[in-house]
């Protein structure tokens, strides 16, 4: 097995390939919409959606900055060597697209300001830093991580929501509805700017800022719309209430559904929340069975 060579193929997947379960959705809101304007612009983004897979073209100009999550079980181990391996098969999935070039040139002060411009070769965007998954997380998402395992899951993450996305705390005065209430608050907030829906919004909610963006990322790649919990089913029914819809131009639907991942929390006043509005070209993940 070429490692580098199957990765660059999960890269150039993860950017052009619909979901079965996100194709089934979007076929569904396409049928339940009565806004002509709304039941144009789904009917575009599916038709954008054929021709990016049949041709293997990019969903999106965005094509997105790769994210990692590596889910193993307690007989397998990780080498330096597959890192460089990860790290070498997404630069070349990034050039075979090809992506946008986005990687920025410089040392620390010149990359903020980007004054040096940017690396023409789309391969020297890095991904960004590695996920580890095992059976002895605890979330919604909790895997049945077998004791041979080793899945290597890539999302490529577009840069529109994540302005729009937003990690912060929430006093949550003993209420779980308190906390759906704001996550809510904030996505309404995010959605209304966003200009690329139908979204299916991501939210992790754990201790500390990091531990709610990796429950948010992990609910991106396990995530499925076809299993909805009562509790995300509930959130996407008040966000399609909006009625922001495709593109903003009103109907049925801004939202396909939703991902809640709940992870361990503190005694505290507080809990961490991580919301992300997804594009409607997201979202986008493949994954190496390893």
């Known amino acids: 097995m070429d490692i580098v060579d199957d ?40 038709e954008n959606y054929m021709v990016a897979q049949k041709r293997n073209f990019p969903l999106c100009d965005d094509t997105g900055i790769p994210h990692v999550i590596i889910e193993m079980g307690n007989e397998r181990q990780i080498t330096g060597e597959l890192i460089n391996q990860i790290h070498e098969g997404i630069a ?11 990687a920025v040139k410089g040392n620390d002060f010149q990359r903020i300001e980007q004054s040096e411009g940017l690396y023409d070769e789309p391969g020297k965007l890095a991904p960004a830093s590695i996920l580890i998954d095992t059976a002895n997380d ?26 729009r996305a937003k990690t912060f705390r929430v006093y949550h005065q003993r209420s779980f509805e308190k906390v759906l209430d704001t996550s809510c608050e904030w996505l309404l907030e995010s959605l209304k700017m966003l200009g690329c829906t139908p979204s ?53 639907t801004t939202v396909l559904g939703c991902y809640l991942n709940i992870g361990n929390q503190r005694a505290s006043g507080v809990r961490i929340v991580s919301v992300r509005p997804s594009c409607f070209v997201e979202p986008r993940v493949s994954t190496l069975n390893l």
């Open 200 to 252: 299916v919004p991501s939210i992790g909610i754990g201790r500390t800022h990091y531990e709610s963006a990796a429950l948010m990322l992990k609910s991106v790649v396990y995530g499925n719309l076809d299993i909805q919990n009562e509790y995300e089913r509930d959130i996407t029914d008040r966000l399609n209430r909006s009625g922001i819809g495709p593109l903003g131009l009103g109907g049925k």
């Open 7 to 46: 990765i660059s193929r999960c890269i150039i997947k993860a950017s052009t390939t619909l979901s079965d379960d996100k194709y089934r959705a979007l076929k569904h809101a396409i049928e339940i919409e009565d806004n002509d304007n709304a039941r144009w612009a789904l009917n575009q983004i599916l």
């Open 92 to 102: 070349l999935g990034l050039n075979s697209l090809p992506a946008r070039p986005m």
């Open 138 to 163: 605890e979330s919604t998402y909790k895997r049945d991580i077998k004791p041979d395992t080793l899945n290597i899951h890539f999302l490529l993450q577009g840069g529109g929501p994540e302005i």
